[in-house]
């Protein structure tokens, strides 16, 4: 039987090697391929009793359920005085225990389910998020209201907190890249709350009342948008969010103050930090440009050709060319609800300092000269079309993109445009974007190193304003 077997495996070997050699090779130059096809992934959307609005995006691979809550809320909004309120209170949300669940009876109890609740708030979004196995939906989901909506606040998990915020400042200036981005961005957003930075007088001021008060001002079911995907019933699971979350609400209408957007004003700036260090870490840039801007699209062409990418001018020329430095690169931030920022960065040997900087300024400069090459300007539009297909790797991204694109205001169709408006970036639009978002001469240019060990004066660059890291440290 045995040679029976490997008798007829010789003679399909034989017989399939006779057809494959009659079958005509190959040519890779002479291949083509159909047009590459990608529908964007869709979510729906459904508005609970209590008017808040869900995405849902149904998934059986896993018998998990993902859900996140996301909140018009930030750090913008904190106090005067009070920097560093918004991350204590979005932290101890879930750390501090909620619904009259201690933290340690909390902890334990998503633990025994596999489950996690998450909390946090950043510069202008809220978030509260869960993840659990479908069997547990219930309770788990208990503990995410209670956490959204009645933490207590553990004054015995504030301490702790505030011990950890104190600590974290002590050893704010331990790491150059941390000094650099910390004060870039207070000098670029100078005198605005997105330029605001927590200091030891306001962590220690930060009382429990505080966070009761910050918390009860944002967290309201009218000022929320859930994002739901994963293994779960679509009714039985639109039923159990309108019983948890009640009817609509009798609350009055939310006041929030507005916050203006940053003062365009492009004043050059040089500030210097010394470390003793031989590395220096190098920071430059200004405000840039909001979502609602008509050139974003052009602006993330240019990003892409002059700092974004692996082949991009500030990296050939600088690192592959001249072997300056390892790390460098440039990005524009576009700002979402606020004015965003252009920053430039590396990091290079002290002795080449001077030299560094100025030759990413000039860098820079030349984008706003003369147009991208037709090779440069067709790689940057292939990537980013090409790409985009990458940002629906799952379907909790999918249906938390959905929910975002709605916190922030984006028009409908966004995405479904999104890859012609890139496609028809010219070179001419490319220029203008950078005549109009590019300007060298007025940067905020930050330095942190030992300036005895220089190529040049930093002064050449400009009147220099020199930090004192110890400013603001207790005794």
């Known amino acids: 039987m045995r040679r029976l077997i490997i008798s007829l495996l010789l003679v399909i070997v034989s017989i399939t090697a006779t057809f494959a ?130 933490p207590d606040f553990s004054e015995k998990r504030i301490e702790i907190a505030r011990n950890q915020a104190i600590e974290g400042l002590r050893r704010q200036n331990d790491n150059p890249k941390e000094i650099a981005g910390r004060e870039i961005d207070r000098a670029i957003y100078a005198g605005h709350p997105l330029g605001s930075v927590p200091t030891f007088e306001s962590i220690t001021s930060i009382t429990r009342q505080d966070m009761l008060d910050f918390h009860g001002r944002f967290y309201r079911l009218d000022n929320m948008i859930l994002a739901v995907s994963g293994d779960f019933d679509r009714t039985a699971l639109l039923k159990e969010l309108n019983a948890i979350f009640g009817p609509c609400s009798k609350k009055s209408a939310q006041s929030v103050p507005m916050i203006p957007q940053p003062r365009q004003l492009f004043q050059p700036e040089v500030i210097y930090a010394k470390k003793d260090v031989n590395q220096t870490v190098i920071r430059m840039g200004h405000l840039g440009l909001t979502k609602d801007s008509p050139d974003i699209y052009a602006v993330r062409i240019l990003d892409y050709i002059l700092g974004g990418s692996f082949t991009s001018r500030l990296t050939t020329e600088i690192r592959t060319n001249r072997g300056l430095a390892y790390n460098v690169g440039s990005h524009f931030d576009i700002g979402r609800r606020f004015t965003g920022s252009f920053i430039a960065e590396t990091e290079t040997k002290a002795e080449s300092t001077i030299k560094t900087i ?11 000269r003369e147009p991208v090459s037709d090779q440069e300007l067709k790689t940057a539009r292939e990537y980013m079309i090409n790409s985009f297909m990458f940002g629906f790797t799952s379907p909790a991204i999918i249906v938390s993109q959905r929910a975002r694109l709605e916190y922030y205001g984006y028009d409908d169709n966004f995405l479904d445009k999104y890859r012609d408006n890139i496609a028809r970036v010219s070179k001419e639009d490319v220029l203008n974007a950078a005549r109009k978002y590019l300007k060298p001469e007025a940067f905020k240019l930050v330095v942190v190193g030992d300036a005895s060990k220089f190529d040049g004066p930093l002064s050449s660059m400009g009147d220099v304003r020199t930090l004192d890291l110890k400013l603001n440290y207790p005794e």
């Open 21 to 150: 050699g009659e079958l005509p090779k190959a040519d890779p130059r002479n291949m083509s391929f159909p047009e590459l096809r990608f529908e964007i992934p869709q979510a729906e959307r459904v508005v609970l009793e209590c008017g808040m609005p869900v995405y849902l995006l149904r998934d059986t691979e896993l018998p998990i359920i993902n859900m996140t809550a996301m909140v018009r809320t930030g750090s913008v909004y904190e106090p005067s005085g009070k920097s560093g309120l918004a991350g204590m209170t979005g932290t101890l949300m879930r750390s501090g225990g909620a619904g009259g669940l201690t933290p340690e009876k909390m902890d334990d109890e998503l633990e025994f389910m596999a489950s996690a609740v998450e909390s946090g708030i950043g510069i202008d979004m809220g978030t509260v998020s869960m993840t659990t196995l479908t069997k547990n939906l219930d309770r788990t989901l208990s503990i995410f209201r209670d956490v959204m909506l009645s």
């Open 358 to 368: 100025g030759l990413i300024k000039e860098i820079i400069a030349g984008m706003t």
